[in-house]
């Protein structure tokens, strides 16, 4: 049996990952994989390692507050600040910005804003090196311009730049899908991603999961709800 936590539908007072007297179902993971957590947890006992992940949790509380009027907590931080309050916290200074070119103006505001913070800044393109995407053996229908010159993405080159600039951290911004995955398997520094590539939905691509209901139900193989005069309700 394999875990499938995204299943659980066990309240957090009762489930056993949040509570020492808590339960599981079946497919629970941190009943299934004890053995597994354990190893994990010895890597926890690295000198980096260890404080890498203690001052990940420090920046986790710190990015709430208690609302005075309701005692509640409340989000106060964006990731952005999060992102930078982190680096701090780690002593790092100079950090790099691996970017979609689609994203160039967002770069060049995120850039300055790491510098107007005391940080030092490498940056680099999805398109750099400028290597037709016919090297990775692509026929002029499988462009997006025919037989034309067409650059490929290029993060292997881009985490290598990185690492030949000696950046202590790595910031990813709307790295295609794939493309993401090459960059954090070739970065040599630790890694974090300030937003995702999604071009349908303005990078923010849980909007189509928080419209599965209507919108995009058809993903979850439903049809589109309709109200009662026969018109569809996502209209």
Known sequence: MDGQCALCGLSNS????????????????TKLYQDVIEQAFEEYKKEDIGTF???AARQEAS???????????????PRIVETMDFCRRMGYRRIGLAFCGALHTEASVISNIFKENGFEVVSVMC???????????LTGEEKLRGDTF????????QAKILNA??????VLLGLCVG????????????????????????????AAVYTNHSYYAYLSGKSLPVDEEGAAAAD
């Open 165 to 170: 600039s000696h950046t202590e951290f790595n």
């Open 179 to 206: 493309h993401d995955s090459l960059f954090l398997r070739y970065s040599e520094a630790m890694c974090t991603v300030l937003a995702v590539k999604d071009r349908l939905l303005g990078h923010n691509p849980l």
């Open 63 to 77: 990015a709430y507050s208690h609302d005075p009027r309701t005692g509640m907590l409340m989000p106060i931080k």
């Open 53 to 55: 992940a203690a001052e």
């Open 150 to 157: 067409e650059p490929m993405c290029n993060p292997i080159s």
């Open 127 to 137: 398109k750099v090196g400028g290597v037709d995407k016919a090297n990775l053996g």
């Open 14 to 29: 009762v489930r056993i990952c949040k509570n020492e007297e808590g339960k599981g179902p079946a497919f629970c993971s």
